[in-house]
């Protein structure tokens, strides 16, 4: 969606049903299905998460142009994808920085953990796992997020355990903590 067709004029916000984003020119129809649960959008890649496929999440390039995105990879049967978010400049040893992708893969009750630091508009493949939370229990890793770049808190949308919380200090090898 190209947002600019939005007012920014606060005496004169868009109205329900106003439709201000015209149709063919302001937003770009990708057409792909089930991709839609959530979406995020981090380093210039746009991430598309299914919450309910062997699909797993599709990655594109937004940095050539963001209304013609170019399909990068997918995370293909690693998980359902059900959400990511991007935790940029995380030192993982050594004084090597990585930008970690966090996948809450929903119903595998774990969260995978990427480095794509170095994925840009030429990569094709998907980057390997680094490591994967354990399994708390009988959860369903909905989503997550870092504080600190260090300790990953993982919701849990079964409501068997509410939070989770991991240490990733070591990022290959994260531990439950409470």
């Not at 940029?88 to 990427?114: F, M, N, Q």
């Not at 170095?118 to 229990?137: E, W, Y």
């Not at 909905?142 to 300790?151: A, M």
């Not at 079964?158 to 409470?178: A, E, F, H, R, W």
């Amino acid at each position: 969606f190209d947002l600019s067709y939005l007012s920014d004029d606060a005496d004169k916000p868009n109205g329900e049903d106003s439709d201000p984003i015209p149709s063919g020119v302001g937003y770009m129809d990708l057409g792909e299905t089930d991709f839609g649960h959530t979406i995020n959008c981090d380093r210039g890649l746009l991430f598309l998460h299914t919450a309910s496929s062997s699909d797993g999440c599709r990655v594109y390039d937004l940095t050539q142009d963001p209304m013609k995105p170019t399909f990068l990879f997918d995370s293909g049967g690693t998980g359902d994808c059900h959400d990511s978010m991007v935790q940029t400049d995380v030192d993982i040893g050594g004084g090597e920085l990585a930008d970690l992708w966090i996948i809450s893969d929903g119903s595998t009750r774990k969260d995978t953990i990427r480095n794509i630091r170095n994925v840009d508009s030429t990569t094709k493949d998907l980057p390997p796992a680094i490591s994967r939370t354990p399994s708390p229990g009988s959860i369903f890793a909905h989503s997550s997020t870092i504080y600190k770049k260090r300790y990953l808190f993982q919701t849990d949308e079964n409501n068997k355990v509410d939070i989770s919380v991991y240490d990733i200090g070591d990022v290959t090898n994260p531990q439950l903590i409470s």
